[in-house]
């Protein structure tokens, strides 16, 4: 469990399972719901099959709007890779904190400064690390998250390429995950208060309403644990 976020909205709690095979998921999600079963009134789940992140505009003093270009995506027919033990011990030390430094990654891993530069490099030139992100305290920033899923129609269409394109280039929406399940898609918007947030949904709702059915949004307001791969590589 690599991601838990607490929330006032349409959810409580949320959290996400990342594993090498749906059915080690499923084996950790019964047995979260066989210990906690009494503490959930309801749950939803849903299996992300594309990811993208993108540049937070509102921190720019230039606007973005119109750059569409991810700076991460994950999804899709890839291949896979094999990592060595030190490939995995390096990402693991980068997993936990982006910003350390090679030696200390190379005490950690016990090995070189050398060896670990060069796993990075290759790490890097393979697309495993496509950009390092850092994690805000949304509410000193003055920009709290909200975690908004979506349920969309024409999913295969030029108008929800459209509307890919319009999340993308908007500064405040920060992520874009299309799912699998009852919605098909969540995005990760950060803006400075309800008004805006308001503003926002409304010219959603204005321009793309032959796509998006349905808007259902969640203040964040604790971020426990946020990883983009677990801590452990099985």
């Given at each position: 469990?690599n991601?838990v976020m607490?929330?006032?909205?349409?959810?409580d709690?949320?959290?996400?399972?990342?594993?090498k095979?749906?059915?080690?998921?499923?084996?950790?999600?019964?047995?979260?719901q066989?210990r906690f079963?009494e503490?959930?009134?309801?749950?939803?789940?849903?299996?992300?099959?594309g990811f993208s992140?993108f540049?937070?505009?509102?921190?720019?003093?230039?606007?973005?709007?119109g750059?569409?270009?991810?700076?991460?995506?994950?999804g899709?027919e890839v291949e896979?890779?094999s990592?060595?033990?030190?490939?995995?011990?390096?990402?693991?030390?980068?997993?936990?904190?982006?910003?350390?430094?090679?030696?200390?990654?190379?005490?950690?891993s016990n090995?070189?400064r050398?060896?670990?530069?060069y796993?990075?490099r290759k790490l890097?030139r393979l697309g495993?690390i496509?950009s390092?992100?850092?994690?805000?305290n949304?509410?000193?920033?003055g920009?709290p998250?909200h975690?908004?899923?979506?349920?969309?129609?024409?999913v295969?269409?030029e108008?929800?390429?459209?509307?890919?394109?319009?999340?993308?280039?908007n500064?405040?929406?920060v992520?874009?995950?299309?799912?699998?399940g009852n919605?098909?898609?969540?995005i990760?918007?950060e803006?400075?208060?309800?008004?805006e947030l308001?503003s926002?949904f409304r010219?959603i709702m204005?321009?793309?309403s032959d796509v998006?059915?349905?808007?259902?949004?969640t203040?964040?307001?604790s971020?426990?644990?946020?990883?983009?791969i677990?801590?452990?590589?099985?």
């Open positions: 469990i991601i607490r929330g006032d909205g349409y959810w709690l949320h959290f996400t399972i990342s594993t095979c749906i059915f080690r998921a499923v084996e950790i999600f019964d047995a979260f066989s079963s503490s959930i009134a309801q749950y939803e789940t849903a299996i992300s099959v992140q540049a937070r505009g509102y921190l720019c003093t230039k606007r973005i709007i750059d569409s270009k991810p700076l991460a995506y994950t899709g896979e890779i990592l060595s033990e030190t490939e995995r011990k390096v990402l693991a030390c980068l997993n936990e904190n982006g910003r350390r430094s090679y030696s200390e990654i190379a005490r950690k090995v070189s050398e060896v670990v530069a796993a990075i890097e495993v496509q390092y992100a850092i994690l805000l949304q509410e000193k920033v920009f998250r975690r908004v899923l979506l349920r969309l129609a024409h295969e269409s108008r929800f390429k459209e509307f890919f394109e319009y999340c993308s280039g500064g405040n929406i992520s874009f995950l299309k799912l699998f919605w098909q898609a969540l990760d918007i803006i400075a208060n309800r008004e308001r926002l010219e204005n321009h793309y998006v059915l349905q808007i259902e949004n203040q964040v307001y971020i426990d644990a946020f990883r983009d677990p801590a452990r590589l099985e």
